[in-house]
T-cell receptor, first 119, second 112 residues
Framework: DAGVIQSPRHEVTEMGQEVTLRCKPI?????LFWYRQTMMRGLELLIY????????DSGMPEDRFSAKMPNASFSTLKIQPSEPRDSAVYFC?????????????????FGEGSRLTVL | GQQVMQIPQYQHVQEGEDFTTYCNSS?????IQWYKQRPGGHPVFLIQ?????EVKKQKRLTFQFGEAKKNSSLHITATQTTDVGTYFC????????????FGSGTQLTVLP
């Protein structure tokens, strides 16, 4: 398996532009998570999906952020309009099970991340 | 909400010295996971602890879960340069708070 695939790996854009980050989870995983990592705030959970349905988006910073999961193999995180304070590494992660079930650890498999710089 | 504190934030050790990072939760956890992130990389799962007082070992790494299931530690014996990276704990709440909350991480530097 190729693991969680994210694109783009790097994005440099100007303030006010729309940014779309993409994620392909590991096939068969029920859960998909979007995290943001910065030096100041560490790893923050933005939103997660279970079977393509958004479950908790309380971590989404504001209305400029939106996430979708149209099918089991694809998710997007969109920022519109982008601002310099959105500069961070955005990680997508998937998990086969989140709640401990039959000994499954519910571990997260992270993608390599998308490094976003907003000028 | 659930908070997970991790100390120290940074640790520099000489190769061969031991290293320990500590994790404390504001609430009782159902389980705790540990991840390692190499510089420029992504977090990679190391282990999960579930039972009160549980101790698990992976070669030179020893993981402990506190009796009250509110704290955990990772100890590395005789560090090597390959141990360089940031170590995160991630606690999963009990009851309705099932989110996995990451600690702030401990960045380990190993000097050759």
């Amino acid at each position: 398996d190729a693991g969680v695939i994210q694109s783009p790996r790097h994005e440099v854009t100007e303030m006010g532009q729309e940014v779309t980050l993409r994620c392909k989870p590991i096939s068969g995983h029920d859960y998909l998570f979007w995290y943001r990592q910065t030096m100041m705030r560490g790893l923050e959970l933005l939103i997660y999906f279970n079977n393509n349905v958004p479950i908790d988006d309380s971590g989404m910073p504001e209305d400029r952020f939106s996430a979708k999961m149209p099918n089991a193999s694809f998710s997007t995180l969109k920022i519109q309009p982008s601002e310099p304070r959105d500069s961070a590494v955005y990680f997508c992660a998937s998990s086969p099970h989140w709640v401990l079930r039959g000994g499954n650890t519910g571990e997260l498999f992270f993608g390599e991340g998308s490094r976003l710089t907003v000028l | 909400g659930q908070q997970v504190m991790q100390i120290p934030q940074y640790q520099h050790v000489q190769e061969g010295e031991d290293f320990t990072t500590y994790c404390n939760s504001s609430t009782t956890l159902s389980n705790i996971q540990w991840y390692k992130q190499r510089p420029g990389g992504h977090p990679v799962f190391l282990i999960q602890l579930v039972k009160s007082g549980e101790v698990k070992k992976q070669k030179r790494l020893t993981f402990q879960f506190g009796e009250a299931k509110k704290n955990s530690s990772l100890h590395i014996t005789a560090t090597q340069t390959t141990d360089v990276g940031t170590y995160f704990c991630a606690g999963r709440g009990s009851g309705s708070a099932r989110q996995l909350t990451f600690g702030s991480g401990t960045q380990l530097t190993v000097l050759p």
